[in-house]
C-alpha cells in the first residue's frame, strides 16, 4: 500500500507561520515580564490589606481597649498617678456590657451597702455569678434554723434575671456548732434540707457556703476524723444540690466553697490544702479564695500583696505538673475593691474604707500617691488632726490590673469582695 504523503505548506506560508509564533513569544515575553512587575505590588497590597484588617479589628474588639487604651493609661502603664486623675477619672466608664475576663467572674453583695445592688444591675454582664450576703445557719435549741430570708430582695433577683444571665448564689454561712452538726447524721440532713429547699423556694441557683474558718476556730479541723466528717458534710450538700435543677435555666443548683489563705508559710492542720481542693473538687463549682486582709491594724500594710498572692497559689496548687494544677479553673481568686486606712502614730488602729471615704480623703488632703514595688498597691499618707500620721491603701486600676493577669496566667477566676466598695472605672477591666 503506498504511504500517503505528507502536505507540505508553501514556502511564503511556512515564514508568515514562523513570524506569527516569534510575534507570540515576544508577547507572551512581555506579558510574563508584565505580571512578574505586579506581583511584589500584589503581595504588598495583600500583606498591608491584612494588617489594616488586624489593626481595625483589635481597635474595635479587642478585650483589651477600654481603660487600657484610655485613661487607664494614666494607672496601669505609669507609677505615677496624681489625686487628680483619680478624682476626675473614677466616674467614667467606657464599657459596662462587654466582658473583658474570660474567666468565671463572682461578685459578693452586701446588704448594709446598698451601691452593690445598684452596681449588680448596671454591670449585670460583667459577672458570671452574683452572691448576695444573705444567710446563716444556726443552732436553735436542739435544732437548727436558717436566718436571713428577710434579707432576700425578690424585685431585684427579678430585674437581674430580666437583663443578664449571672447566677445568683447567696452566702451561706454555718454559724451552727460543728460538734452537733457533723457528729449527728440527722442534723446534717436537717442543714441540707434546709439550704436545699430555701434554693427551690427562692428560685436561687444555689450557694455560696461558708464554713471553714468557723471550724478552724472552733479547733475540731486538727483531729481526722473530724476534718472527714466536715468534707463529708460538704460533699453531701454538693450533692444534694446538684440532685435540683433550678426554676428558670435547667440547670444543676451549684456550691461554690469559701476558703481562706494559709495561716503561715507552710500548711498547717487546720489550713486548706491541695488534698481538700481534689477530695472535694468533684461536687463543689467552685472554690472563692479570700487573698484579702494580709494586714491588720496590729501590722499596717497592703492589704493583698502580689507575692503572697503568688505564694498562695503556689501552695494550694502545687508546683506545674501537680495533679491540683488541674483544678485552677475551679479556683476564684479573691479581689478585694475596699481598702484600709491605718494609724501610725497612737499605738495601734484602722478601718476598713470604700470607694467612697477613698474620694473623701484625696479631696480633703490632696495627697501625693505612691507606688508599692513589692506588694503591687497604692498608698498615700496623710496627717489628721486626732490620730497624727495614717497610711492608706486602696486598690487601683493598675494593682487590680495586675491580680487579673496573675489569676489569668494560673487559669483562675476571681471574687470581688464586695462590688459596692470599689470605684466605677474599676468594672472597665472585667
Given at each position: 500500500?503506498?504511504?500517503?504523503r505528507?502536505?507540505?505548506?508553501?514556502?511564503?506560508?511556512?515564514?508568515?507561520?514562523?513570524?506569527?509564533?516569534?510575534?507570540t513569544?515576544?508577547?507572551?515575553?512581555?506579558?510574563?515580564?508584565?505580571?512578574?512587575?505586579l506581583?511584589?505590588?500584589?503581595?504588598?497590597?495583600f500583606?498591608?490589606?491584612?494588617?489594616i484588617?488586624v489593626?481595625?479589628?483589635?481597635?474595635?474588639?479587642?478585650?483589651?481597649?477600654?481603660?487600657?487604651?484610655?485613661?487607664?493609661q494614666?494607672?496601669v502603664?505609669?507609677?505615677?498617678?496624681?489625686?487628680q486623675?483619680?478624682?476626675?477619672?473614677?466616674?467614667?466608664?467606657?464599657?459596662?456590657?462587654?466582658?473583658?475576663?474570660?474567666?468565671?467572674v463572682?461578685?459578693?453583695?452586701?446588704?448594709?451597702?446598698?451601691?452593690g445592688?445598684?452596681?449588680?444591675k448596671?454591670?449585670?454582664?460583667?459577672?458570671?455569678?452574683?452572691?448576695?450576703?444573705?444567710?446563716e445557719?444556726?443552732?436553735q435549741?436542739?435544732g437548727?434554723?436558717?436566718?436571713?430570708?428577710?434579707?432576700?430582695?425578690?424585685?431585684?433577683?427579678?430585674?437581674?434575671k430580666?437583663i443578664?444571665h449571672?447566677?445568683?448564689?447567696p452566702?451561706v454561712?454555718?454559724?451552727?456548732?460543728?460538734?452537733?452538726?457533723?457528729?449527728?447524721?440527722?442534723?446534717?440532713?436537717r442543714?441540707i434540707n434546709?439550704?436545699?429547699?430555701?434554693?427551690?423556694?427562692?428560685?436561687?441557683?444555689g450557694i455560696?457556703?461558708?464554713?471553714?474558718?468557723?471550724?478552724?476556730?472552733?479547733?475540731?479541723?486538727?483531729?481526722?476524723?473530724?476534718?472527714?466528717?466536715?468534707?463529708?458534710?460538704?460533699?453531701?450538700?454538693?450533692?444534694?444540690?446538684?440532685?435540683?435543677?433550678?426554676?428558670?435555666?435547667g440547670?444543676?443548683?451549684?456550691?461554690?466553697?469559701?476558703m481562706?489563705?494559709?495561716?503561715?508559710k507552710?500548711?498547717?492542720?487546720?489550713?486548706?490544702?491541695?488534698n481538700?481542693?481534689?477530695?472535694?473538687s468533684?461536687?463543689v463549682?467552685?472554690f472563692?479564695l479570700m487573698?484579702y486582709?494580709?494586714?491588720?491594724?496590729?501590722?499596717?500594710?497592703?492589704?493583698?500583696?502580689?507575692?503572697w498572692?503568688?505564694?498562695?497559689?503556689?501552695?494550694l496548687?502545687?508546683?506545674?505538673?501537680h495533679?491540683?494544677q488541674?483544678?485552677?479553673?475551679?479556683?476564684?481568686?479573691?479581689i478585694?475593691?475596699?481598702?484600709?486606712?491605718?494609724?501610725?502614730?497612737r499605738?495601734?488602729?484602722?478601718?476598713a474604707?470604700?470607694?467612697?471615704?477613698?474620694?473623701?480623703?484625696?479631696?480633703?488632703?490632696?495627697p501625693?500617691?505612691?507606688?508599692?514595688?513589692?506588694?503591687?498597691?497604692?498608698?498615700?499618707?496623710?496627717?489628721d488632726?486626732?490620730?497624727?500620721?495614717r497610711?492608706?491603701?486602696?486598690?487601683?486600676l493598675?494593682?487590680?490590673?495586675?491580680?487579673?493577669?496573675?489569676?489569668?496566667?494560673w487559669?483562675?477566676?476571681?471574687?470581688?469582695w464586695?462590688?459596692?466598695?470599689?470605684?466605677?472605672?474599676?468594672?472597665?477591666?472585667?
Amino acid at each position: 500500500m503506498a504511504k500517503k504523503r505528507e502536505r507540505r505548506s508553501a514556502p511564503g506560508s511556512a515564514n508568515r507561520d514562523n513570524q506569527a509564533e516569534s510575534s507570540t513569544r515576544r508577547d507572551n515575553r512581555g506579558e510574563l515580564a508584565s505580571g512578574r512587575k505586579l506581583v511584589p505590588f500584589l503581595v504588598l497590597f495583600f500583606i498591608a490589606s491584612s494588617i489594616i484588617s488586624v489593626i481595625v479589628y483589635r481597635f474595635k474588639y479587642s478585650p483589651t481597649r477600654s481603660r487600657e487604651s484610655d485613661a487607664h493609661q494614666q494607672d496601669v502603664m505609669k507609677a505615677d498617678l496624681s489625686y487628680q486623675a483619680v478624682l476626675t477619672e473614677n466616674s467614667k466608664v467606657e464599657n459596662t456590657s462587654r466582658r473583658h475576663y474570660g474567666y468565671p467572674v463572682l461578685g459578693y453583695i452586701t446588704p448594709w451597702n446598698s451601691k452593690g445592688y445598684e452596681l449588680a444591675k448596671r454591670f449585670n454582664s460583667k459577672f458570671t455569678h452574683l452572691s448576695p450576703v444573705w444567710y446563716e445557719l444556726k443552732s436553735q435549741q436542739a435544732g437548727l434554723v436558717l436566718e436571713g430570708r428577710h434579707n432576700a430582695d425578690i424585685g431585684w433577683i427579678s430585674e437581674l434575671k430580666n437583663i443578664g444571665h449571672a447566677l445568683i448564689l447567696p452566702r451561706v454561712v454555718l454559724e451552727a456548732s460543728p460538734l452537733e452538726l457533723l457528729t449527728k447524721k440527722k442534723q446534717r440532713n436537717r442543714a441540707i434540707n434546709l439550704i436545699v429547699t430555701e434554693c427551690k423556694e427562692m428560685g436561687y441557683d444555689g450557694i455560696v457556703l461558708e464554713s471553714w474558718s468557723r471550724w478552724a476556730a472552733y479547733g475540731i479541723l486538727h483531729e481526722p476524723s473530724m476534718r472527714n466528717l466536715a468534707l463529708h458534710f460538704i460533699k453531701q450538700l454538693g450533692e444534694a444540690l446538684h440532685s435540683v435543677s433550678g426554676k428558670d435555666n435547667g440547670q444543676q443548683l451549684q456550691l461554690i466553697y469559701v476558703m481562706g489563705p494559709p495561716s503561715s508559710k507552710k500548711l498547717q492542720e487546720h489550713d486548706f490544702g491541695p488534698n481538700d481542693l481534689e477530695i472535694l473538687s468533684e461536687v463543689v463549682d467552685g472554690f472563692s479564695l479570700m487573698t484579702y486582709d494580709f494586714s491588720s491594724p496590729h501590722n499596717p500594710g497592703p492589704n493583698a500583696p502580689l507575692k503572697w498572692i503568688q505564694f498562695t497559689l503556689s501552695l494550694l496548687l502545687g508546683t506545674p505538673g501537680h495533679r491540683a494544677q488541674s483544678l485552677a479553673n475551679k479556683i476564684l481568686l479573691g479581689i478585694n475593691f475596699y481598702g484600709n486606712d491605718f494609724s501610725l502614730s497612737r499605738g495601734s488602729g484602722g478601718r476598713a474604707i470604700l470607694g467612697r471615704d477613698y474620694l473623701s480623703l484625696l479631696e480633703k488632703h490632696r495627697p501625693v500617691l505612691q507606688w508599692d514595688e513589692n506588694s503591687g498597691e497604692r498608698f498615700f499618707f496623710y496627717i489628721d488632726d486626732e490620730d497624727g500620721k495614717r497610711v492608706v491603701f486602696y486598690p487601683s486600676l493598675k494593682s487590680i490590673s495586675l491580680r487579673l493577669e496573675e489569676a489569668r496566667l494560673w487559669g483562675c477566676g476571681i471574687s470581688i469582695w464586695e462590688i459596692g466598695q470599689g470605684l466605677d472605672y474599676f468594672f472597665d477591666l472585667l
